[in-house]
């Protein structure tokens, strides 16, 4: 068993999952996988089974009975990583748009430099981001720093999905109260960390969006990150 183990949430990702697997297990720094799956209709977690047999005591599987939001299938992700006893827990999204060698940066900047917590970085210099049409990159951009001006964190790319944490910081949150299930979930998880003065630090990266596969995002998703990021900032002002 590693140190260090890749959360990796599945909903209909078939298309992605076996290479992403393979990707990871390819690197030269050793990580664990953990796959958690929505019990996805297109059978996302059989063919994380038959892999299994290739990657024993390395490749894990959790599935859950239904689609039910990201932040929820990360909370069930870091309770059974911590209870498995690894120090390094990242998030990773299925479908490439985090390449997987970046991984070892992540890690290095936890294990060796110090950090608690290790954010893939799409803005922290420039915008670096590949395939996506103007208005996303728009959107997404805006996004972060609407987030930093309402929250006051010194983070540029607030909502990133590509994150390791020192377990340290996922045992000084009380994880069952974080409240959100989309992408601000990415964004409260961030600010419970900074709120705490956990060593955050970003790395950068190039994002490069999905080739295969459908993308998750929602205007419900997006509602949650725009009105929730101001409901977490108010609850947190009569928080110690």
Same mark, same amino acid.
């Given at each position: 068993?590693?140190?260090?183990?890749?959360?990796?949430?599945?909903?209909?990702?078939?298309?992605?999952?076996?290479?992403?697997?393979?990707?990871?297990?390819?690197?030269?720094? %050793?990580?664990?996988? +953990? /796959?958690?799956?929505?019990?996805?209709?297109?059978?996302?977690?059989?063919?994380?089974?038959?892999?299994?047999?290739?990657?024993?005591?390395? +490749?894990?599987?959790?599935?859950?009975?239904?689609?039910?939001?990201?932040?929820?299938?990360?909370?069930?992700?870091?309770?059974?990583?911590?209870?498995?006893?690894?120090?390094?827990?990242?998030?990773?999204? %299925?479908?490439?748009?985090?390449?997987?060698?970046?991984?070892?940066? +992540?890690?290095?900047?936890?294990?060796?430099?110090? %950090?608690?917590? %290790?954010?893939?970085?799409?803005?922290?210099?420039?915008?670096?981001?590949?395939?996506?049409?103007?208005?996303?990159?728009?959107?997404?951009?805006?996004?972060?720093?609407?987030?930093?001006?309402?929250?006051?964190?010194?983070?540029?790319?607030?909502?990133?999905?590509?994150?390791?944490?020192?377990?340290?910081?996922?045992?000084?949150?009380?994880?069952?109260?974080?409240?959100? /299930?989309?992408?601000?979930?990415?964004?409260?998880?961030?600010?419970?960390?900074?709120?705490?003065?956990?060593?955050?630090?970003?790395?950068?990266?190039?994002?490069?969006?999905?080739?295969?596969?459908?993308?998750?995002?929602?205007?419900?998703?997006?509602?949650?990150?725009?009105?929730?990021?101001?409901?977490?900032?108010?609850?947190?002002?009569?928080?110690?």
């Amino acid at each position: 068993m590693t140190d260090a183990v890749v959360i990796i949430p599945t909903y209909n990702e078939a298309e992605n999952v076996e290479a992403i697997i393979n990707a990871v297990f390819s690197l030269d720094s %050793a990580f664990d996988v +953990l /796959i958690v799956d929505d019990n996805s209709p297109d059978k996302t977690h059989e063919i994380v089974q038959r892999l299994q047999k290739a990657y024993p005591e390395r +490749l894990h599987l959790e599935v859950r009975k239904e689609k039910s939001g990201l932040g929820t299938a990360y909370i069930h992700g870091f309770k059974w990583c911590l209870e498995k006893g690894y120090t390094y827990i990242f998030e990773m999204d %299925a479908d490439f748009s985090h390449n997987p060698k970046d991984l070892e940066r +992540l890690y290095k900047a936890c294990k060796v430099d110090g %950090a608690h917590m %290790a954010i893939g970085s799409r803005y922290v210099k420039g915008v670096n981001v590949v395939n996506w049409p103007i208005g996303r990159v728009i959107l997404s951009y805006m996004a972060s720093k609407y987030v930093r001006l309402i929250t006051g964190m010194k983070i540029y790319d607030t909502t990133a999905g590509f994150v390791c944490y020192h377990r340290n910081v996922l045992e000084a949150l009380n994880l069952d109260e974080i409240k959100f /299930i989309g992408y601000a979930f990415q964004i409260e998880m961030k600010f419970n960390a900074y709120r705490k003065k956990f060593k955050i630090v970003e790395v950068p990266i190039v994002f490069t969006d999905r080739v295969r596969g459908e993308s998750k995002l929602s205007k419900s998703i997006i509602s949650e990150a725009v009105f929730g990021v101001l409901k977490m900032k108010y609850r947190s002002l009569f928080k110690k």
